[in-house]
């Protein structure tokens, strides 16, 4: 697939997806959630091995401002579950991407962005970052998985409040609610993700993704979140890695993990 709402730019083993639709605050229209569902289907698993990804939006002034409101026009009740259903299954290929996913938030991060931002594995956001649910406006609740990661992350009471009332919030109380993982000045938050990107890029690879999957499956239906770390850390137990690393602690020198 051509890319032509995404700007994609690999360095030194870190993906950088920047939507970039800038005048439409980069609201996710069709073209962009087929961009999004074919990069996280089809072609990130055939990159072999990445440190991991960041998603941000082109511009200071949005993340990702919502979905394409004028696309919503001519939706009834079945085109209108198609198309939730189709974001939904793209943002899962999202959160459950074996590399760490993070969300660098600059501006509005709304309806559709806040939910594209929550599939992430983690969120950083400049200090001009706005988060918010505010899809009861249009007479309609949030579609590609915002009431449930929503709650997951800041609590039943506030998810309710939120996605009730529409309002806004900014990154101190994002933050405060568990919606941010950090703040950082405006202009600062890419930089942030790589930084936290190359931290965990010191640590196992098979142990990250392990790591990833088995918090995935506390909250996905018919898992045993248990089950899923037992098997997890019999996989990682079994690991070159694991041998390198108990061996490098026990010489007191840093572990050289490959992968393995």
């Known amino acids: ?74 939706l009834g009740g079945e085109k209108g579950r198609e198309m939730a259903q189709f974001g939904q299954e793209t943002f899962f290929l999202i959160e459950r991407c074996k590399f760490p996913v993070i969300a660098a938030v600059n501006g509005f991060a709304l309806g559709g962005g806040c939910e594209l931002a929550m599939a992430c594995h983690m969120r950083i956001a400049a200090e001009n970052a706005k988060f918010g649910q505010p899809e009861v406006n249009l007479g309609i609740i949030p579609g590609y998985g915002g009431t449930q990661r929503l709650t997951q992350l800041v609590g039943k009471a506030k998810s309710i409040e939120l996605s009730l009332t529409g309002d806004l919030i900014d990154a101190q109380e994002a933050h405060r609610l568990g919606l941010a ?10 930089n942030a993700a790589i930084a936290m990107i190359e931290k965990i890029a010191a640590k196992a690879p098979i142990a990250v993704s392990k790591v990833i999957e088995a918090v995935n499956a506390y909250f996905e239906d018919g898992f045993d979140g248990y089950e899923a770390e037992l098997n997890a850390f019999g996989v990682c137990s079994n690991t070159a890695d694991f041998k390198e690393g108990a061996s490098a602690f026990i010489e007191k020198r840093k572990a050289e993990f490959k992968g393995e």
């Open 181 to 190: 993982n950090h703040v950082v000045p405006v202009g600062e938050a890419l």
């Open 1 to 74: 697939m051509t890319y032509e709402n995404l700007l994609l730019s690999e360095e030194n083993l870190i993906l950088i997806v920047t939507f970039n639709r800038e005048k439409a605050l980069n609201a996710l229209n069709r073209q962009t959630m087929l961009e999004l569902r074919h990069l996280f289907g089809e072609d990130i698993p055939k990159r072999g091995h990445l440190k991991g990804i960041i998603l941000t939006g082109a511009g200071e002034k949005a993340f990702v401002a919502g979905a394409d409101i004028k696309e919503f026009l001519d």
